[in-house]
């Protein structure tokens, strides 16, 4: 199954821009997070987020991890009141940076933190609105070796450690310190998603979980949804399965079987916002198998963005 998933993983990574997080394909406008004097009802529940990059094992050039808009206040912020938050952004590498489970989580509880700490950075109202800041160099054996993802794994935490408004920020992981230079191969994932949502109804935001081998069925989970539209599954059997979704400072999740042709492969969850949609709207998303096991988001789908192909009545019949 590792075998399976590097295999995929090189496939697809070689012709994508997986280095830009969020994605191209994702069409999601910021990460987000929150300072944690913040309400929850503003769309992050934990005030952290923590994203894993993965440098193939034959680099051997410096790499960087270079972060859009890391400063609060500006473009792109969410404000409440006075600007008052800072946002301190890590990131570690070295054994358990991946291989401790605590970091593979949803909530920032316990070791989340694990590996070696390589660099750590504190934002206010700083310089850095609408510029990039760069974390680096870092050589890719300071990284986490681990085959099932393709190489060597770097983790970024990025926690709201003091105040109440939204910094909404991007990454690239970069073969260059002052521009953004994709690495052959590289990728980034995480296994909880909080974005914020494009306010034009009319654009479509995606997110990509891998369904390996094993998958059954998953459950998927939201939060503060804010009743902006619906969520709906695509995939090469699905045209769109809904998921429940939730209200304000809510969590709603839903259940959906697998099937045969969707394994080895991404879905694609589209979130479509109503025609009525809600200005500035954050959401947090995570996803579960059978056993209760996250799936992690990839930057870019592994194995392409799944089309749905309907079945003929004949082919039906056969199967």
């Known amino acids: 199954m590792k075998t399976l998933i590097s ?11 997986a280095q830009q997080v969020p994605a191209a394909e994702e069409n999601i406008p910021f990460l987000v997070t929150f300072g944690k004097e913040s309400a929850t009802g503003w769309g992050d529940d934990d005030y952290c987020q923590i994203f894993f990059f993965v440098v193939p094992e034959n680099t051997t050039n410096p790499i960087y991890i270079r972060v859009f808009d890391p400063d609060i206040g500006g473009a792109h912020d969410e404000i409440r009141v006075a600007w008052n938050t800072k946002t301190r952004f890590s990131v570690f590498g070295g054994a358990g940076t991946i291989s401790n489970a605590d970091a593979k ?6 070791n989340f933190k694990s590996g070696s700490q390589l660099a750590t950075k504190v934002f ?9 800041y760069t974390f680096g160099p870092f050589y890719p054996k300071e990284g986490e070796l681990d085959r099932q993802f393709g190489g060597y794994v770097f983790k970024v935490v990025c926690e709201g450690i003091a105040g109440d408004d939204g910094n909404l920020y991007r990454y690239f992981l970069s073969s260059d310190a002052n521009k953004n230079m994709p690495i052959d191969g590289g990728n980034a994932f995480t296994y909880e998603y909080t ?5 034009d109804p009319k654009q479509v935001s995606h997110i990509y979980p891998f369904i390996d081998s094993k998958v059954t069925s998953v459950k998927q989970t939201n939060f503060d949804w804010d009743n ?35 394994l080895n492969s991404s879905l694609d969850f589209q979130f479509i916002k109503s025609k ?34 309907a079945k003929v009545q004949g082919e039906q019949q056969r199967r």
């Open 276 to 309: 009525n949609a809600i200005a500035r709207n954050n959401v947090v998303i995570s996803i579960r198998n059978q056993y209760g096991e996250l799936l992690p988001f990839y930057a870019v789908p592994i194995g392409g963005i799944p089309k749905y192909k």
């Open 228 to 262: 902006d539209g619906i969520i709906k599954i695509v995939s090469k059997v699905k045209p769109g399965i809904l998921v429940k979704t939730s209200g304000e400072n809510e969590w709603s999740n839903s259940e959906h079987k697998i099937e045969k042709d969707e």
């Open 105 to 110: 989580g949803v909530d920032p509880t316990g």
């Open 7 to 17: 295999a995929l993983l090189c496939l697809n990574i070689l012709s994508s821009i």
């Open 195 to 199: 974005f914020r949502m494009h306010d």
């Open 124 to 132: 206010d109202q700083e310089k850095y609105d609408n510029d990039w």
